[in-house]
């Protein structure tokens, strides 16, 4: 963890942020100080209690855990990763609850012809935690502009027009 703090805090120093993917040690990556951790496969309440104190973003990319129970897995995997992802969907729950900033990430890379389904599945996946759909919309339109520090004036507002004209 040393290192990692270090880094971060070399980062933050020079005007930069650090995002962490963060399959195992969620917790141990908010405790260094970085801006977001994405994915978080194995999430606590431990890590996402700390996430709050610290307003450290949560970008659980479900719909790339989903990808891993795809066709050419065996049955076991498939049966741990759904049961991976209702994990998930409880701790989505409990950091919204909590007031952990959100984003919705796909783990797609553009121009990615699927890109839209996996962002139309994880933002069901979101309503599936239980989080209102409005809000569900809020986090779609504004979480990720908040997350990388930029301006959604007016841009939130075209946001969730065409979000509500595609439904």
Same mark, same amino acid.
């Given at each position: ?15 930069? @942020? +650090?995002?962490? +993917? ?16 994405? @994915?978080?496969?194995?999430? +606590? ?32 995997? +498939? ?7 209702? !994990? ?7 950091? @919204? ?33 239980? /989080? ?6 809020? /986090? ?18 075209? !946001? ?8």
């Amino acid at each position: 963890m040393d290192q990692l703090a270090i880094r971060t805090s070399c980062r933050a120093y020079n005007g930069f @942020h +650090t995002g962490r +993917t963060g399959a195992f040690r969620s917790g141990m990556c908010a405790s260094a100080g970085v801006r977001s951790v994405e @994915h978080g496969f194995f999430m +606590t309440e431990r890590a996402l209690d700390l996430m709050a104190e610290k307003v450290i973003f949560w970008v659980p990319t479900l719909v790339a855990l989903r990808s891993a129970a795809g066709s050419s897995a065996s049955p076991d995997t +498939t049966r741990f990763v759904e049961q991976l992802i209702l !994990s998930q969907l409880s701790m989505l729950r409990y950091a @919204h609850s909590i007031g952990v900033p959100l984003a919705i990430g796909t783990d797609c890379v553009l121009p990615d012809p699927a890109y839209r389904a996996a962002y139309d599945a994880e933002v069901a996946l979101y309503e599936q935690a239980g /989080i209102p759909r409005d809000q569900v919309m809020s /986090i779609a339109c504004e979480g990720g502009a908040r997350l990388l520090g930029v301006g959604t004036e007016g841009q939130v507002a075209r !946001s969730k027009q065409q979000v509500a004209s595609s439904k």
